[in-house]
């Protein structure tokens, strides 16, 4: 009589549940951490001298200041009324005028904190609180209306060439047995995650390619994306602490899925002690 075959269930992506214990890698190709709080519109935001106890009270950390304005075009209900240009401002607060290690975008309907030096996920919560109950202070926004916590991987290098033992099967998806034709090949990915949502992106990006080029600068060798943002909606009041609490938890997420998508050897290969 023929055996029976056995099917390996595959672990599920954990959406869900707790976050494994954190494994720190001091060589992660780690290219972005950015956290964005979305306030209802605050005009204040437009005066300089409204926003300039906010630059005081950081601008020993984040020194450099850059003004940037935008237009947006805004278009009535009617399917007949005219569009009118909106003037946008942000302010670019920055540790670095040419090339930021930690950067805080300020508009009139959110603040982001972005570094490009993450050291641990309790150094990001902290400078994150800190900035957040400045804002409280200085312009009061009442409300957050959206949170979003977003990590950026990118795989270069040596690393790339064994892609095959670093992420699990279910995340290489086809890209093993369609030849080294295949140049790019992305997946997206969206689905209820705690705390919120997660929208998830991984793949294979070709030469200058890139998903957004604000978090993600083009480079000039073939490289591996892993994208990861958790967000929620929905109005609560803008208190410094709770929010930083949404956000260690959509960080837990955004590890657990990522924890998830890698292999032991990955850990190993950029540094950690499993």
């Known amino acids: 009589m023929g055996g029976r075959t056995r099917m390996t269930k595959t672990p599920q992506m954990p959406l869900h549940g707790p976050s494994p214990p954190e494994v720190p890698l001091p060589n992660a190709p ?3 951490v950015i956290a964005q709080v979305r306030f209802p519109t605050l005009l204040t935001v437009r005066n300089p001298d409204r926003v300039a106890p906010f630059q005081e ?5 984040y020194p450099h200041l850059d003004q940037q304005n935008t ?3 805004v278009s009535g209900g009617a399917p007949s009324a005219v569009s009118e240009p909106v003037a946008v401002v942000h302010w670019r ?3 670095d005028a040419a090339n930021f290690k930690w950067r805080v975008s300020l508009s009139q309907d959110f603040i982001a904190v972005e570094t ?3 050291e641990s996920r309790q150094d990001f919560m902290e400078r994150l609180e800190s900035i ?3 804002l409280g202070e200085t312009l009061a926004p009442t409300h957050m209306m959206r949170f979003g916590m977003r990590y950026i991987d990118q795989i270069r290098g040596e690393p790339l060439a064994r892609i095959d033992t670093l992420l699990r099967k279910e995340v290489l998806g086809v890209v093993p047995c369609a030849g080294p ?3 790019q090949v992305i997946t997206e990915f969206a689905a209820p995650a705690e705390p919120g949502e997660l929208l ?10 890139t998903v957004d080029p604000n978090l993600l600068p083009p480079v000039q060798e073939d490289s591996w994306l892993i994208d990861l943002d958790v967000s929620r909606t929905g109005q609560v009041a803008f208190e410094a602490k709770g929010i930083v609490e949404t956000a260690r938890s959509a960080a837990e997420r955004v590890y657990a899925v990522f924890r998830w998508m890698v292999t032991e050897e990955f850990l190993k290969a950029y540094g950690g002690k499993v």
């Open 181 to 183: 034709d295949a140049r």
């Open 116 to 118: 490009r030096a993450y």
């Open 200 to 209: 998830a992106r991984w793949g294979r990006l070709p030469v200058n390619m």
């Open 30 to 32: 780690l290219v972005s």
């Open 57 to 61: 009270a950081i601008r020993e950390q």
């Open 71 to 73: 237009i947006m075009v």
């Open 132 to 134: 957040l109950q400045t």
């Open 93 to 95: 607060f920055a540790d």
